[in-house]
């Protein structure tokens, strides 16, 4: 075979691993942000299905409200508020998980109506009844939430005093959310199980679920992400965001996560500024304290709470 022949043959190889890599990059970037109508209502059945039967059929007998507000770019994003008849002029706007829905907050909901608050649930973008098919990994959902805010302040008026508290992606939702300009009616941040910065989050969920190469596929998925989500994975630096914040944050994470690695609650620890409080359950995985330590998640949520809201 002649030297032609060989670098002929040779390109056309590269050519095709170029190509295959691209693609799956590009795949990566689907899995990661595509979420179908079919897929939504699924997460609405299994949010239900994770709560107790006494936690969903308290749900269905308090008040609900519907309420919407329209994004920045024309979404029509959709939720629950549940007004407390012994409310104390405190509201709680809470934050589902990646793949769920509002109803993934039941537990949380009853938590903050058992202490005074009135309670706001949200389905993120993308996910439940709200619109949209591309995930925003709590980095878009940012924006999205302050408008929520401006909705309870508009709803309850000025004198409104607002706690926002999520899990998982919802966690990191409400900390990006903290590290933008809010009005004073934001009193407190609540996370549970945040992660530190969503392109590493990628890489370690790649890498733990799938055994797939994420260090040369994110890249990709990141530059896919940036022309055709609207946002780049690398931009989610939620590190940087909790820097921003000043208002107190009560952190809980488990040890024994295998979702978002617990170096990150660490990590988001050590760049917030005070007072923050970081709560570790040797016992728990992810988003699991509520349920292996009920009386400790309850007691630890409305002691940090009495102090400042």
Avoid: C
């Avoid at 202490?115 to 709590?138: C, E, K, T």
């Avoid at 309870?152 to 933008?180: C, D, F, P, R």
């Amino acid at each position: 075979m002649d030297k032609k022949t060989l670098l002929k043959r040779g390109l056309v190889a590269m050519a095709a691993s170029y190509t295959a890599l691209i693609g799956a990059g590009y795949t990566v970037y689907l899995l990661a942000t595509g979420w179908s109508n079919k897929q939504k209502l699924a997460g609405r059945k299994a949010s239900f299905a994770e709560n107790t039967d006494i936690e969903n059929e308290w749900f269905k007998h308090q008040v609900q409200a519907p309420w919407s507000i329209k994004t920045e770019d024309g979404l029509t994003l959709r939720a629950t508020f549940l007004p407390n008849s012994h409310g104390n002029g405190k509201v709680a706007i809470l934050a589902h998980g990646l793949h769920h829905s509002r109803e993934q907050m039941i537990p949380y909901a009853r938590l903050f109506m058992d202490d005074g608050y009135s309670v706001l649930m949200p389905d993120a973008r993308a996910h439940g009844r709200s619109d949209g098919n591309v995930i925003g990994f709590g980095w878009l959902d940012r924006t999205d939430y302050q408008q929520w805010i401006d909705a309870v302040i508009a709803n309850q008026g000025e004198q409104v005093k607002i706690v926002l508290m999520g899990i998982s992606m919802g966690a990191t939702t409400v900390i990006a959310t903290s590290g933008q300009v809010l009005p004073h009616n934001v009193r407190a941040i609540v996370e549970d199980s945040g992660f530190r910065n969503v392109f590493q989050e990628g890489k370690f969920r790649l890498w733990h679920k799938y055994h797939v190469p994420s260090s040369v596929l994110m890249p990709i998925a990141n530059d896919f992400a940036k022309h055709m989500a609207g946002y780049a994975f690398r931009e989610g630096d939620i590190l940087a965001e909790i820097e921003k914040n000043k208002l107190p944050i009560l952190m809980f994470h488990g040890a024994k996560d295998k979702t978002v690695p617990v170096g990150d609650a660490y990590a988001l620890y050590d760049r917030a500024n005070e007072p923050k409080q970081l709560v570790i359950d040797d016992e728990a995985a992810h988003i699991s304290s509520i349920r292996t330590q009920p009386s400790q998640y309850r007691q630890t949520l409305a002691e940090f709470l009495k102090k400042y809201v």
